[in-house]
């Protein structure tokens, strides 16, 4: 059996003047959390803060949750997600090109309340940030 390939990344909450948001990446159409694929040899907690540094700029994130995560199902050709949530300090973002693309990999992010985030990510997405608000001390809504 092959073994599925594993991403990291994290669910980051900033909690403003206007309560807590969350960080959303879009690539093309599609809205995700900070995310890319664990490197030989790189523990998948290291490899979720390499990506958010690389792809959004982020490191003043502190991690009140501990290192608990979720994962999502199987998805694309065998790829699962892990996410671990993660506080920031800062709304701050710069997307930074990635080298070997010449570009930024993504094209816009947004910093939204649960409800807003919710509307925009896929259900497989959804799932993982139902336990982000969860796990934060918001209770996702009934029915979600």
């Keep these: 059996m092959k073994h599925p390939i ?27 959390f900070p995310k ?36 999502t199902p199987p998805y694309g050709r065998g790829k699962v997600a892990r996410f671990y949530l993660a506080a920031a300090a ?16 993504h094209h816009a992010f947004r910093w939204l309340p649960y409800a807003g985030a919710r509307a925009l990510l896929p259900p497989r997405l959804r799932a993982i940030l139902d336990w982000a608000e969860a796990t934060a001390g918001g209770a996702p809504a009934a029915g979600a």
Excluded: C, K
């Excluded at 594993?6 to 995700?32: C, E, N, Q, T």
């Excluded at 664990?38 to 540094?53: D, I, K, L």
């Design 36 to 71: 890319g694929e664990v490197e030989p040899g790189e523990s998948a907690w290291h490899a979720a803060r390499r990506e958010v540094r690389e792809e959004t700029s982020l490191a003043a994130l502190s991690y009140p949750w501990g290192r608990a995560f979720r994962e």
């Design 6 to 32: 594993l991403s990291a990344g994290m669910v980051i909450r900033h909690l403003g003047p206007a309560g807590p948001r969350y960080l959303l990446l879009r690539s093309y159409r599609y809205w995700d």
């Design 90 to 105: 800062s709304d701050t973002v710069r997307l930074r090109a990635n080298p070997q693309l010449g570009r930024a990999e």
